[in-house]
T-cell receptor, first 114, second 113 residues
Framework: AQKITQTQPGMFVQEKEAVTLDCTYD???????LFWYKQPSSGEMIFLIY??????QNATEGRYSLNFQKARKSANLVISASQLGDSAMYFC???????????FGTGTRLKVLA | DGGITQSPKYLFRKEGQNVTLSCEQN?????MYWYRQDPGQGLRLIYY???????QKGDIAEGYSVSREKKESFPLTVTSAQKNPTAFYLC????????????FGQGTRLTVV
């Protein structure tokens, strides 16, 4: 069964430090995409970063990078130089090639401390 | 500006009443989705539609119904058969390309009293 697992319900990080949010996925399909979203308290879903299963390099977008370890089926999000505005829920998601469904994890609530 | 519009933002209904949540997109996306979000449970897929006049059940479709008569619109009806309808509902859309992200609306918070 296709599944996303986020094992950290909540995380704290000091301002200006880096933090890693864990995501593992389960699929037998070789072709898929992995996504990370940020959800502030307002409820909107903000797309952060994408990683394709065939991508050779880890994706990066500004302060966000994705630590993709295909053999371990993990796609951890790394946020560098944390800011107070990074405090939010973070969701990992997967979409299998040839399907339209986005499968989401349960999320990690990140709190950045001043 | 292109995007997805959900309305209303907050909705209150009495138990036993059906209620319809609106979702409109002007991104020209083929696919549209409805997700339900409860605290600690992430996003769960209710229904999705790949094309006009066609839709598929997601993981928690019981007690919900949808229609897709126009490409731009994908309304969700929460029926009285839904046992616990109070939740945050998110509508999304996407292209057929698996490499592209889903775009989300601002959400509707439904409270049934």
């Amino acid at each position: 069964a296709q599944k996303i697992t986020q094992t950290q319900p909540g995380m704290f990080v000091q301002e200006k430090e880096a933090v890693t949010l864990d995501c593992t996925y389960d699929t037998s399909d070789p072709s898929y995409g992995l996504f990370w979203y940020k959800q502030p308290s307002s409820g909107e879903m903000i797309f952060l970063i994408y990683q394709g299963s065939y991508d050779q390099q880890n994706a990066t977008e500004g302060r966000y990078s994705l630590n993709f370890q295909k053999a371990r089926k993990s796609a951890n999000l790394v946020i560098s130089a944390s800011q107070l505005g990074d405090s939010a829920m973070y969701f990992c998601a997967m979409r299998i090639s040839g399907t339209y469904k986005y499968i989401f994890g349960t999320g990690t609530r990140l709190k950045v401390l001043a | 500006d292109g995007g997805i519009t959900q309305s209303p933002k907050y909705l209150f209904r009495k138990e036993g009443q059906n209620v319809t949540l609106s979702c409109e997109q002007n991104l020209n996306h083929d696919a549209m989705y409805w997700y339900r979000q409860d605290p600690g449970q992430g996003l769960r897929l209710i229904y999705y539609s790949q094309i006009v006049n066609d839709f598929q059940k997601g993981d928690i479709a019981e007690g919900y119904s949808v229609s897709r008569e126009k490409k731009e619109s994908f309304p969700l009806t929460v029926t009285s058969a839904q046992k616990n309808p109070t939740a945050f509902y998110l509508c999304a859309s996407s292209t057929e390309n698996r490499k592209t992200e889903a775009f989300f609306g601002q959400g509707t918070r439904l409270t049934v009293v």
